[in-house]
């Protein structure tokens, strides 16, 4: 048997101030594989790759490279020794080339330290010939689609010559198509002798993909298995030590009357692009899911139906009541809205778990507040977040705890609690399960289903197709703004989907 | 910051500061212990001292609290020492106009004190809503606009002829800020005052937006905050806390506008606010500790020969410290339980907190 490319041992990192990333995983990776890291969030996969790197030291524990002890006091180190990684948020510089990007860091240069042009650009053409990557040398990274930025990123640390490539959920924000062109990529790199690692939240994809898998479960290792040998719901136990459903239990919908009336919606560009003209119907009863890769609208629509941004044209109608051009306040007493920036947009972090139970209910819930609405009532929310913590099993320790400190999961359950208890006839849900490990994805889950069956109607935006096949009664593709695709669930591929998604046309 | 972390980082930079004073004071030849004695004995040694400091800390207070609810509030004040003198002028205006008994005209010029500083910090509400100008720069340039403005008044329209310096007429005696025995009236005022800012912010459903927006804005807004709105409202209050305290002062001492009326009130109530860490009750103890330091260092100077302005030495390293401490204790507290639950955490091979590690 020959040596392991990377051999960990007994690794441990924590981060302040109690947070154990990382406890005792020993680990070994052999060369010339693809190996796949899957578990929950917050299981580690993310510090353990950093460790591997080098961006990370942990605080104990050894690691041999290539057969020798290896310590890397930084990712530069790391990429010099031949480790490099492609993190989960591109870092490449959008006003150079493709092949300035390549060269950052490595130039090859003149006397005086001037740059070599004309060097640089061949060595970075004979990289990409010699790797099989398609990307054209002299085209701004700004220009190239997303998937042809993640080729960059891995183009870059090829230029470097590292053996050993990790990648940090690179399928995250990719269309199927190109999820299926990024894997070939990675398989001939693999057959050229290169090691791959990567990290993924899809199981689907790991069993597809990679030679073996590693389950990481709460900062330690769970199982180390050849894919041959195990299937999803086996990495599902394993990443949450007890059996996940993969089918959401459903009843077939019986859609009520319209509870959102989209018509002829226009949005002026903001962040990247605009939307319109849109028409769009959500009745009571159903889940209406909006598809698309992100950037394409979606963000725009949220906006203009919750009115964080005025539309420019056309017309939205909430539960018979014309809310084109009410204000945010008016238009939450006709609807729920569950915000894809939960630090930002969901709730305030810093603050209690109280303080952002009662937001919106202090205005619009009556029992909230006293003397006509002037003061708060401190019991009525305590009880409330009692409530809560019993509804939706929220693991916590006190309703004055800040927000922050509990678990991802447990923090969209108190802003899903939230919502709910205002019993609107729609729902926008925007990236619900975003982030969330399996567990509380799966509840989730469950939360929106039950919402349909109580009649109400749900505006559902995922960039996660199997999300919304599982989920949606009825589907929108959101193509540069506009609706490419649309029907119900049951009458569509995702194939036709991802292809609407990239294309605009199934 | 939970209280007690803010009380415990105060204490230390008040200990330590009082310490670095030992070595300074020793450094340069004087006795540290008839120098503190004496800075103690006037401060708070006898019942007139201990009325003197809460006199004294009136302005400071108001100032402070101005600048600590707009600090954690989400909007920026750094306009006191402009509202502080308009909140004087409003009030020396209406002392020296308005006719009738004390019992109508105090009230009266307090509440014009505390209006001239809310319009004053208004008018950066106007130009931000109107003109999107940042407030945190409209309020500063306001200070000097107020500066000239109320120079040039004193010096010529609302000048006293009789007076060779620039300075209003006196108010008339029915304004004269009334006191109860060694204290001012200024003092319960302020405690109400507090009282009043303090169930406001924490237990009114306004109060409840305005600290939401302070430190989540995005999500105050989505959940139906007015957040624009309440801006220009806590401007309002913040900048009539600050002109209250000008317009006490003003009728509690020289009872008419005089040239440097403002001091160094304003800025002091900012610095109050920074090692309080914006606490509504915390503003309140340090304004009532500077106050005290203020007010004891005449009796220091004239017991022991220790000059004045070694109280601004000793204030300065307060605020340094308690700023300082902050930082390194909360670092040292992470470090320490970061120890502890890794100790913890391997011995048992626990498998750690669920889900709240970085991905």
Avoid at chain 1, 397 to 410: A, E, K, M, T, V
Avoid at chain 2, 205 to 221: K, Q, S
């Amino acid at each position: 048997m020959t040596t392991p490319l990377v051999v960990l041992h007994d690794v441990t990192k924590v981060f302040p101030p109690n947070v154990v990333a990382l406890n005792r995983v020993s680990l070994s990776i052999a060369e010339g594989a693809i190996h796949a890291i899957v578990g929950e969030n917050g299981a580690g996969k993310s510090t353990l790759m950093k460790v591997m790197c080098g961006e990370v030291a942990p605080d104990s524990g050894t690691m041999h490279w290539k057969g020798s002890s290896a310590r890397f006091a930084s990712a530069r180190q790391g990429m010099d020794a031949g480790i490099g990684m492609v993190h989960q948020e591109l870092l490449l510089v959008d006003e150079l080339s493709v092949w300035e990007n390549m060269v950052l860091g490595v130039e090859p240069v003149h006397r005086f330290g001037r740059l070599n042009r004309r060097q640089a650009r061949t060595e970075v053409c004979n990289t990409l010939e010699r790797c099989g990557l398609a990307l054209p040398p002299d085209a701004l990274a700004a220009e190239l689609s997303l998937a042809a930025r993640q080729k960059l990123e891995i183009a870059k640390l090829l230029h470097r010559n590292v053996d050993l490539l990790i990648l940090d959920e690179p399928t995250a924000s990719l269309a199927p198509q190109e999820t299926v062109e990024l894997f070939s990529e990675l398989r001939r790199l693999r057959d050229t002798g290169r090691t791959v690692v990567f990290v993924s939240h899809r199981l689907g994809e790991v069993l597809e993909l990679a030679d073996r898998v590693s389950v990481l479960r709460n900062g330690a290792l769970v199982a180390t298995v050849a894919t041959s040998d195990t299937d999803k719901a086996g990495l599902a136990r394993l990443m949450v030590e007890r059996d996940v459903l993969f089918t959401a239990k459903r009843v077939p919908s019986s859609p009520g009357r319209t509870v959102l009336r989209v018509e002829q919606l226009r949005v002026a560009p903001l962040r990247g692009g605009g939307l319109g003209p849109v028409n769009l119907v959500v009745n009571a009863g159903e889940i209406m899911g909006v598809a698309g890769v992100e950037g394409n609208g979606q963000t725009q629509l949220v906006a203009a139906v919750t009115g964080d941004h005025q539309c420019t044209d056309g017309r939205m109608v909430v539960d018979g009541v014309d809310i084109t051009t009410a204000s945010i306040l008016e238009r939450r007493r006709h609807l729920s809205y569950v915000a894809a920036e939960r630090k930002l947009d969901g709730e305030a972090v810093n603050e209690s778990i109280l303080d952002n139970a009662r937001m919106t209910h202090h205005r619009l819930t009556p029992s909230f507040t006293s003397t006509a609405g002037r003061i708060l009532d401190a019991g009525r929310a305590r009880r409330f977040v009692d409530e809560l913590e019993v509804r939706f099993s929220i693991t916590m320790n006190s309703f004055r705890q800040p927000i922050g400190s509990l678990s991802g999961g447990n923090q969209q359950k108190v802003i899903l609690g939230r919502e709910l208890a205002m019993d609107r006839a729609l729902v926008v849900l925007d990236q619900p399960t975003r982030g969330l490990d399996v567990a509380s994805i799966q509840q989730v889950h469950e939360l929106i289903l039950s919402m349909r069956a109580d009649g109400r109607g749900v505006l559902l935006i995922s960039a996660d197709l199997d999300e919304l096949f599982q989920l949606a009664d009825r589907l929108v593709v959101l193509h540069r703004g506009t609706v490419a695709l649309e029907g119900a669930t049951a009458s569509l591929t995702i194939a036709e989907v991802g292809a609407a998604m990239l294309s605009g046309s199934p | 910051m939970t209280p007690r972390r803010t009380f415990i980082t105060a204490l230390a930079g008040v200990v330590s500061a009082l310490m670095l004073g030992v070595v300074l004071l020793k450094l340069f030849g004087y006795r540290p212990s008839h120098a503190y004695a004496g800075l103690l004995h006037s401060s708070l040694g006898s019942h007139q001292a201990v009325a003197d400091t809460a006199g004294n800390a009136v302005p400071l207070v108001l100032c402070g609290l101005s600048a600590s609810l707009a600090f954690s509030t989400g909007a920026v004040n750094l306009g006191q020492p402009g509202q502080f003198l308009m909140g004087a002028l409003f009030a020396v205006v209406g002392g020296i106009y308005v006719p009738g008994p004390a019992l109508v005209v105090v009230p009266l010029c307090l509440l014009l004190a505390a209006l001239g500083g809310a319009l004053w910090a208004g008018i950066a509400g106007v130009t931000r809503r109107r003109v999107g100008m940042d407030e945190f720069i409209v309020t500063l340039m306001l200070n000097f606009v107020a500066d000239y403005f109320t120079q040039w008044l004193i010096s010529s329209p609302l000048a006293d002829p009789t007076r060779s310096s620039p300075t209003t007429r006196a108010v008339r005696p029915a304004a004269f800020l009334p006191s109860l025995g060694q204290w001012s009236i200024g003092v319960p005022v302020t405690v109400v005052v507090s009282g009043a800012l303090w169930f406001l912010v924490h237990r009114s459903t306004i109060g409840y937006e305005w600290r939401m927006a302070g430190g989540a804005r995005r999500f105050a807004r989505l959940g139906g905050v007015a957040v624009e709105r309440n801006v220009m409202a806590i401007l309002g209050v913040s900048g009539g806390l600050a002109g209250l305290g000008g317009g006490m002062l003003a009728l509690a001492g020289p009872h008419r506008f005089v040239r440097g009326i403002g001091g160094n009130y304003g800025w002091d109530g900012v610095m109050i606010a920074v090692v309080a860490a914006s606490g509504l009750m915390a503003t309140v103890a340090f304004g009532l500790f500077f106050s005290a330091l203020q007010t004891g260092a005449i009796g220091m100077e004239l017991r022991s020969e220790v000059p004045t302005e070694f109280v601004q030495i000793l204030e300065a390293t307060v605020v340094l410290i308690t700023v300082a401490v902050r930082g390194v204790l909360s670092g040292a507290w992470v470090r320490f339980t970061t120890r502890r639950s890794a100790a913890i955490g391997v011995a048992k091979h626990s498998t750690g907190p669920c889900g709240r590690g970085p991905g």
